[in-house]
Structure formats: C-alpha cells, structure tokens
C-alpha cells in the first residue's frame, strides 16, 4: 500500500508532481491525527451519498483518519458536524476555508453576502415582487427585499466593530434581520478587547499568563495555543458566551451589537419544492429567543496563540479571542491547570 504521500504525488491529484507534494504537506496532512490541526474542519466539495447516508456538498467535516487506497484513490475517514460518519475519497475534500472565494475570510464573507442578496432579487425579478418572505433556519419568516454588507458608515461612533457582518432589508430599506456570517472553517467569534475587565476574561488571562510562566515558550520564542474552556451551565458564562456570538448587546434591542443570527459556511437562499423561498446555511445559530435560552455553541473557549506584531490584553504577539474549541482541540485547556 502505498504511503499517503506518496499516493497523492504519484497519482498526480492536484497537478503536478510538485504541486501534489504541496496539496498533501499544506492542506491534508496537519490534519490527520496526531498533527497538530486535527480536528479543524475541511469541507465536502460534492456531496456523497449512499442509501443509508447523505452529506450534501458545503458539509463542514472532521478527517478522524487515514482508510488507505480503495480502488486507485486515496480515502479518509471523517465526521460531520453532525456527528455522521464515513469514509470517503480524498478528492472530495476541499481545503480549510475554501470555496469560489478563495482563502481570504473576508472574500468568503462578501461571497457569502453577495449569494444572499443575488438569491433574493432573482427571486424578486422572477416573481415582480417588491419584498418576498423569506424563510430562515429557526422558523421565523422575514420580508425582505434585499441584503447588503455591513460598512463602516453603519457604526460610526462605536470604538469597535459590531457582530453584525450582512443587513437584511425591506422594500422601504428599512432593516429587517441583522446577521454574523462565519466562513467555511473554525472561526474566531469575537475579541476581548471591549471586555478585558469580565471577570471570567481576567481568570482566562491570569491562567495564560501563569501557563506561559511555568510551561515557557517554544524553542523560537512563540506561545504555545492554549484554550480557556468556558462552561454553559454557569449562567455568568453562558452569557459571556452569548455575547461572543451575537454581539455585546445580547439581551438587549436587536441591531448591529445583538444579531438576529449567526450562519456559518456554505449559504444558499432559493426556492424549495414548494415555492417557498429559503435561507439554508451548513450550521446555523438563532438568537430569536434573545435571552439564556438563545442557541449556544456549547464548546466556546477563550483561546490564546501568537500572532506576530499582535498585542492583546498587553500580552506581546498574542491574539487572544472566543473560539470554537474544535479550532485547536489537542491545545491544552489551562482552566483545568489553574482553577
């Protein structure tokens, strides 16, 4: 049987010999277990189905391990976010954070804005409709006339950017639904800077903190990642939580800093069988009930690494922030060491 490098390159997957070399060292390997990313996402580029089985393409998935050559291609095992598993060719992968939009995050999210707003006026030129109801993931249907992104002018005055990412709109331009677009891979949900003084973000500093000074740093100087795990069952945590997600304002009227919801990867909005028209994202977040019972990620943590020329909460070339723990899971969680 042939090594998993070796099979790539050999059998040419992405081009040449080089680029074959490439593809596996860049996008395939740290992500097998035991490498340092496993457990980031990758997502399924065409979707694979069996009888029993249906992944569609844009699934967010998991590589779990290496299932050797099976008939003249490469095949990994993976789970869904979902939890569903199978194992399927490696061709079918493609990289973290891709899509038509390339790797930049804020081309995936324009992408993603730009999908939304052609979605609904194709509909709208179709129909010669002004608004149309436009079905959301948690039931709640909105009247909308179009999408557009959030810009600069929209928070003037505020110190920081707001959750909010795409506004959607009525036919008298009036807002409708604020949203927090994530792309296709584990994206951090917000920053500490406008709440290093929470008390629960000063507990997570003082951990990192007392990591760094009894574990050290790498041999080149670098912090190791390290998460701050937060927990959902203690309400001051769960509200931090939220905050993280739908914006500072959680709680409170919705708008840029208390979005509406939160779509993550691949984002549709089209007509269903039965005429409808629909928003469909591969995970999505509802804050409808805007209080302790909003949808949570329930494995959020505060998460420290280097970033070179980054200095967060004083810490020098740390970017520290809320993350999916599944951004680095084999990272140790230092509340466990220090609490």
């Given amino acids: ?22 593809h596996f060292s860049q996008y395939i390997e740290p992500w097998l277990p035991g490498n340092p990313r496993h457990g980031e996402s990758h997502i399924l580029g065409t979707a694979f189905n069996t009888k029993n089985l249906k992944i569609p393409a844009g699934t967010s998935v998991t590589i779990t391990g290496h299932a050797g050559v099976v008939n003249g291609t490469h095949h990994v095992h993976i789970e869904t976010e979902h939890g569903e598993t199978a194992t399927i060719p490696v061709t079918r992968l493609q990289k973290p954070n891709a899509g038509r939009a390339g790797q930049d995050p804020e081309k995936v999210e324009n992408y993603q804005i730009d999908t939304i707003h052609e979605g609904i006026t194709k509909h709208l030129e179709k129909t010669g409709q002004k608004e149309v109801p436009l079905h959301l993931p948690d039931g709640t249907v909105i009247n909308v006339a179009g999408a557009r992104k959030v810009v600069p002018d929209d928070y003037k005055g505020l110190k920081y950017k707001p959750k909010a990412d795409v506004i959607f709109y009525d036919k008298d331009n009036k807002p409708v639904h604020f949203a927090s677009l994530k792309g296709y891979t584990q994206q951090q949900y917000g920053g500490i800077s406008h709440i290093v003084d929470h008390p629960v973000v000063k507990r997570a500093l003082e951990a990192f903190k007392s990591t760094i000074t009894r574990v050290g740093k790498t041999a080149d100087g670098k912090i190791k ?23 500072k304002d959680h709680g409170e009227e919705f708008g840029l800093s208390n979005v509406h919801a939160v779509y993550k990867g691949n984002i549709s909005v089209k007509p269903s069988e039965d005429g409808r028209l629909v928003l469909n994202a591969t995970k999505s977040y509802s804050n409808k009930k805007n209080n302790k019972d909003s949808d949570i990620d329930e494995n959020i943590s505060i998460f420290a690494k280097h970033t070179s020329g980054r200095r967060d909460a004083g810490m020098e070339n740390t970017r520290i922030g809320f993350f999916p723990k599944s951004v680095r899971p084999n990272a140790p969680d230092v509340r466990e060491q220090n609490d």
């Fill in 225 to 247: 990642p390290m998460h701050y795990t937060l927990n959902p069952s203690k309400p001051e945590e769960r509200a931090l939580s939220h905050q993280s997600m739908y914006g």
């Fill in 1 to 22: 049987m042939l090594k998993f490098r070796q099979f790539i390159i050999e059998k040419n997957i992405s081009g040449g010999k080089n680029d074959g070399e490439r």
